[in-house]
C-alpha cells in the first residue's frame, strides 16, 4: 500500500464548476500537508501549506485535512481553463528533515 | 518571493557526455535544496537531498557517482549527470526551502528536460 493515495483521473468538469481533488495517506505521522499545482512540462507550484485539521482558503482555493480519517481535499471554485493541470498532494512528518512525499497527481481539464 | 530558477530548461546530448543542471533560489538562502525526477504521467521521485557545505544524502538506489551533486553556496546547487546514457532521458526538477524557521515547504524549480540521443 502506498503512503499516499491519490486518484489519478483525469478529472473532466466545465467552466464554473466546484472542482474536488483528494488524497488518502496511511501515515499518522504526517503533520504538515501541501497542494501543488504543475503544468505540463513545468515544475510544480504551490498553492496551499497547511499544518492543522480544517480548513484554509486562499481566493478561490479551499484545502481541508482531517487527520482523523487521514484525509485530505483541495476544493476549486468557479473553476477556470486555466485551472487544467496536475494537481499532487503532499506531507510529510516535519522536523529538521523535510522529506516530503507526494500523491501521484490528478490531472484536471476544465472545458471552457 | 520564494523564486527558485533552474537552467538549462531543456538539454539535448549525445550519450556519453556530462550535463551540469543548476538550481538557484532567487530571493531566499537555501540550506538545503532536493533534486527529483519525474518520468511521464508519474509523481516526483526524490533522487538526493543536497545540503550546503557538506555531501548530498543519496536515496536508495540513486548512483553518488553518476548523479554529482554539488552545493556550494546558499542560493546554488548543481546536479551534473555523468556519463549520460538514453535511460537517463527524463525531468529533472530541484526544489529549496526557505530557512526561517522550520517546516518551510519546498519550492520548485521549472524543471529540465534531458533528452539523450
Known amino acids: 500500500q502506498k503512503e499516499v493515495e491519490q486518484d489519478p483521473g483525469p478529472l473532466s468538469v466545465p467552466e464554473g464548476a466546484i472542482v474536488s481533488l483528494n488524497c488518502t495517506y496511511s501515515?499518522?505521522?504526517?503533520?504538515?500537508f501541501m497542494w501543488y499545482r504543475q503544468y505540463s512540462r513545468k515544475g510544480p507550484e504551490l498553492l496551499m501549506y497547511?499544518?492543522?485539521?480544517g480548513n484554509k482558503e486562499d481566493g478561490r482555493f479551499t484545502a481541508q485535512v482531517d487527520k482523523s480519517s487521514k484525509y485530505i481535499s483541495l476544493f476549486i471554485r468557479d473553476s477556470q481553463p486555466s485551472d487544467s493541470a496536475t494537481y499532487l498532494c503532499a506531507m510529510n512528518t516535519g522536523g529538521g528533515y523535510q522529506k516530503v512525499t507526494f500523491g501521484t497527481g490528478t490531472k484536471l481539464q476544465v472545458i471552457p | 518571493g520564494a523564486v527558485v530558477s533552474q537552467h538549462p530548461s531543456w538539454v539535448i546530448c549525445k550519450s556519453g557526455t556530462s550535463v551540469k543542471i543548476e538550481c538557484r533560489s532567487l530571493d531566499f538562502q537555501a540550506t538545503t535544496m532536493f533534486w527529483y525526477r519525474q518520468f511521464p504521467k508519474q509523481s516526483l521521485m526524490l533522487m538526493a537531498t543536497s545540503n550546503e557545505g557538506s555531501k548530498a544524502t543519496y536515496e536508495q538506489g540513486v548512483e553518488k557517482d553518476k548523479f554529482l551533486i554539488n552545493h556550494a553556496s546558499l542560493t546554488l546547487s548543481t546536479l551534473t549527470v555523468t556519463s549520460a546514457h538514453p535511460e537517463d532521458s527524463s525531468f529533472y526538477i530541484c526544489?529549496?526551502?526557505?530557512?526561517?524557521?522550520?517546516?518551510?515547504?519546498?519550492?520548485f524549480g521549472d524543471g529540465t528536460r534531458l533528452s539523450i540521443l
Open positions: 497547511t499544518y492543522s485539521s
Open positions: 526544489s529549496a526551502r526557505e530557512e526561517k524557521g522550520n517546516n518551510q515547504p519546498q519550492h
Open positions: 501515515n499518522s505521522a504526517f503533520q504538515y
